[in-house]
Structure formats: structure tokens, C-alpha cells
Nanobody
């Protein structure tokens, strides 16, 4: 079983930055190189929302995808050797306030936006990290 642990959340002012990390581990061996991974967020009283995906597309290729509201502000990345995925969040806005969740699935989601943006397609989830943007 894969465990995901998020970190890096906290309080930021509008226009500020935060970097979230998601570290993957297992009881034996894991490499996230052939996993599709994503960030989702959920604000109080609202449904879970897709934020960004870093999807395995076969071989050593990956596809980055973002919801429109964060394009140009957020950057998703990974370091496979560290089994870690990141979300660099710049130019933060109050509407970015939410609990951010890391998600992963073993497989190629790079060709199918309906899969990589759908929370039900992911098998493993972190506990969430709170991001609050407020002056």
C-alpha cells in the first residue's frame, strides 16, 4: 500500500507564495515514476476541486495539467528519485484557501483529461494540508 504525506501548507498573504510537497512511501519499495499524480483542494462547504496533475504518459514522459484558475500561478513538478511531488503556488489569492490533497494512481493518465482531473480515478490520498490566504 502507498502512503502519501503532504507538507508545506500554512498562512500566506495575498500575492504571496507557498510550496507544497507530497512524499510517497510504502512498506517495501516504491517508485512514483510510473504513477500519475495530482493535487485537489476542498474549501469548507464546497466540493472537491481539481487543481493540477502531473501524469505519467509512458516511458520517461509526463504531462502537466492545470485548472484554468491557477494557470500561470501554480507549477506542478516531481522528483522521481525522491518519490516526491511538489506544487509551487505563487501570486496566491484568498480564493485559493482550502485543504489541499495529494493523490496518486499507478498508470498512464497522460492522454485522458477526464481521468486525470477526476478524483475518483486516484487510489491513494494524503491527509491534506491547510492553505490559508488572508491579509
Amino acid at each position: 500500500q502507498v502512503q502519501l504525506v503532504e507538507s508545506g501548507g500554512g498562512l500566506a498573504q495575498p500575492g504571496g507564495s507557498l510550496r507544497l510537497s507530497c512524499a510517497a512511501s510504502a512498506r517495501t519499495f516504491i517508485s512514483i515514476s510510473s504513477y500519475s499524480m495530482a493535487w485537489f483542494r476542498q474549501a469548507p462547504g464546497k466540493e472537491r476541486e481539481f487543481v493540477a496533475a502531473h501524469s505519467w504518459s509512458g516511458g520517461n514522459t509526463y504531462l502537466a495539467d492545470y485548472t484554468d484558475s491557477v494557470k500561470g500561478r501554480f507549477t506542478i513538478s516531481r522528483v522521481n528519485a525522491k518519490n516526491t511531488m511538489y506544487l509551487q503556488m505563487n501570486s496566491l489569492k484568498p480564493e485559493d484557501t482550502a485543504v489541499y490533497y495529494c493523490a496518486a494512481a499507478k498508470g498512464n493518465y497522460g492522454r485522458d483529461p477526464e481521468r486525470r482531473r477526476n478524483s475518483y480515478e486516484y487510489d491513494f490520498w494524503g491527509q491534506g494540508t491547510q492553505v490559508t490566504v488572508s491579509s
